[in-house]
């Protein structure tokens, strides 16, 4: 399953790089195809052309590399919030732990995508504002599962004999319980890319994506709504069946990952 | 629970006046005069200091005031979200009833033929469909039954001719006046009694004394109560009854016209979030179920010969049935965000509608409200679960 997972992964990554010069077309040029648009998949254009014209194959190539990178930004700005507020808040204990397992579970319990949303739509565009309000959604889970396995390791002997050995809080937190934290946090980090690609592409859905300028699979899904009308499934049916490809590789590595890291789940 | 509403709150708060700068300015990105700008500041209060806009937020909260909208009109947020939140509601209760329905029943049977084929092709089932973007999933389906087949509307709530739902009483005041009516009440207050009654033997309570003083409230509070109710509907002259869910709606006013165009426009949205949440409780149904049917009890049961629907759906499922509860929970709040873009894809005039129109609006005020909104709902949600759990669980006793 990981390996089925990661093999669609990495495919599509390496069809988001290879992309613009695979593709056929600009994919952002309109009217390749001489109006009347959108039309239906034919010799030239395999997977039909959208309202503006644009070819949707080369569209379909290249537009996952906004939708890859809001994902990936927003697991990395997750790992770099998440990670180290649960290490320090769990391994300090009493009110400061207190303080941050409020907050944390206040926006665990929140609707996740009405928070993206708002916090998307009041910084405004860009890859990174959206990769930020996605990030908001997931720290919380970071941070829980950092700290019920840093609670856990806490009291595993092995830190009693490193802290009678006289290894100060630092060395605790990052030599003896960091690595055994970690294989918890990349799955965490795998399952979460599923959820951020699904979130991304609904943020996009919603009006809040990048822009026109650029080929995004979201704002496909986004612009083929208005078409649906006339019947044009091929706008929107290339560019969803690439998120739910690539959410789907994620999430079957994610699972498949965290049965292997924990075989105890198996049973 | 209260103090993460409260922290909640604050923050969102905080959000909309810190994070953008100037929610105003923004507001008009710049394109409008320094007197547009000052009045909508002076409007909606944001050109006072911090804290004092701080606790007149909270103070109006506290009687269910968000504020007022950005728009030219400075509507109240509050009535906009409290009409558009039926839509939503029925959306919501539709959707999670499908996917409770989509998801014990086929986690059940996967349970049942553990390793099957059967088994294999549910989980895939819940995985894929778990990938999928639900809006993706509702174009879709709207392409095929729609556009393709005809068979259902292609967005909207019902038929504009069709509205308003609700049904309208007429009634006549009574004759005579009050003191006949109340007299006329009097079987309301034995009603009240025998409730009280049947409460009293249910908890096995003495009648004599603290039984007689429960009995005696509720037959006086449950007579005047009635009686003063009836009054004022009836003194009112027309009664309408509406709850603003459009298929129970058409079931009181006993209209099968409007009953079957609710439930025609209704069907596909809410298939859509019912199956996008339906892969959750398949894989929970399915884990649990397996782990029940190892169970003593279980085994006990078909010893003793009963039939295997029998053991499976009243023993097994019974007691498997309780983290779906939670789970339903949950879900409330993933939910939510899922109807957001449903209502998005199927032009469903709910809160997930508002929210979106708001933000094409660039109106943080709103914005600011509707989330506020969806938090306290997701609390109280919870809180209902939390209830329910401990109601069904003869271990939990508060």
């Known amino acids: ?267 | 629970m209260i103090p993460m509403v409260l922290l909640l709150l604050s923050i969102v708060f905080l959000i909309v006046r810190v994070v953008p700068g100037d929610p105003v300015l923004l507001h008009f990105e710049k394109k409008a005069s320094e007197e547009a700008i000052a009045e909508m500041r002076h409007d909606l209060g944001l050109d006072k200091p911090l804290h004092i806009q701080y606790f007149e937020y909270l103070a109006g909260l506290l009687h269910g005031d968000l504020g007022k909208s950005m728009a030219p009109g400075r509507d109240s947020i509050s009535q906009q979200i409290f009409s558009a939140f039926p839509a939503t509601l029925e959306l919501a209760l539709f959707s999670i009833l499908i996917a409770v329905g989509i998801g014990t029943l086929l986690g059940v049977r996967a349970s049942r033929s553990y390793n099957s084929v059967q088994d294999h092709l549910v989980r895939v089932f819940g995985t894929v469909i778990y990938a999928i973007p639900v809006f993706f999933l509702g174009m879709i389906l709207l392409l095929i039954f729609s556009i393709n087949l005809n068979w259902f509307p292609a967005g909207g709530r019902t038929q504009p001719t069709l509205e308003p739902f609700g049904l309208t009483v007429n009634l006549s005041e009574p004759v005579g006046g009050f003191i006949p009516h109340f007299l006329w009440s009097l079987p309301a207050g034995f009603v009240f009694l025998a409730i009280c009654f049947i409460a009293l033997k249910r908890k096995h309570m003495k009648f004599w004394p603290r039984g007689m003083v429960f009995s005696l409230l509720a037959f006086f509070t449950g007579w005047s109560v009635y009686a003063m109710v009836t009054w004022y509907f009836m003194s009112a002259g027309v009664l309408h009854i509406s709850t603003g869910l459009y298929t129970i709606d058409s079931v009181l006013e006993l209209n099968i016209v409007k009953f079957v165009e609710a439930v025609r426009y209704l069907f596909l949205p809410s298939l859509t979030l019912g199956l996008m949440l339906s892969g959750v409780f398949i894989r929970l149904t399915r884990s649990n179920m397996l782990e029940t049917l190892r169970q003593d009890f279980v085994t006990a049961a078909k010893a003793r010969g009963l039939k295997e629907s029998t053991v499976v759906y009243g023993y097994a499922f019974r007691n498997a049935f309780l983290p779906i509860l939670t789970m339903m929970g949950l879900q409330f709040a993933m939910l939510l965000g899922g109807a957001i873009l449903t209502e998005t894809t199927f032009s469903w005039p709910g809160l997930g509608r508002y929210i979106v129109d708001r933000i094409n609006f660039r109106d943080y005020t709103a914005i600011q409200g509707a989330v506020i909104f969806f938090g306290i709902l997701v609390a109280i949600v919870n809180l209902i679960v939390d209830i329910l759990y401990a109601y069904l669980d003869p271990r939990i006793r508060f």
């Open chain 1, 1 to 267: 399953m990981t390996l089925l997972g990661s093999v669609i992964v990495l495919s599509m990554i390496l069809l988001t790089v290879v992309g613009p010069w695979v593709s056929p077309h600009d994919p952002t040029a309109i009217n390749v195809r001489p109006p009347p648009n959108p039309g239906p998949p034919s010799g030239d254009f395999p997977l039909g052309t959208n309202l503006l014209g644009q070819d949707m194959l080369s569209r379909v190539l290249c537009g996952g590399s906004i939708i890859l990178q809001v994902a990936l930004l927003s697991v990395l700005f997750c790992f770099i919030i998440g990670v180290p507020v649960g290490l320090l808040s769990s391994y300090a204990g009493g009110t400061l732990d207190k303080v941050f397992t409020l907050v944390m579970d206040s926006f665990y319990a929140f609707p996740g995508l009405v928070l993206a949303i708002a916090i998307a739509a009041i910084m405004g565009r860009g890859v990174i504002n959206m990769a930020l309000s996605i990030a908001v959604v997931y720290v919380p889970s970071y941070f829980r599962i950092v700290r019920s396995q840093v609670l856990t390791i806490k009291e595993l002997p092995y830190t009693e004999a490193a802290q009678a050995a006289g290894a100060g809080g630092r060395t605790i937190l990052l030599r003896y319980i960091l690595p055994n934290v970690l294989p918890s946090i990349v799955i965490v980090a795998t399952v979460n890319f599923a959820d951020a690609i699904l979130t991304a592409a609904g943020l996009t859905f919603v009006g809040l994506g990048v822009g026109i300028d650029v080929p995004d699979w979201g704002w496909d899904l986004t612009q083929g709504r208005q078409l649906l009308p006339s019947g044009a499934w091929w706008v929107i049916t290339f560019p969803g069946l690439m998120i739910i490809l690539l959410a789907l590789g994620f999430t079957l590595m994610g699972e498949g990952l965290s049965e292997l890291l924990n075989p105890r789940l198996e049973q």
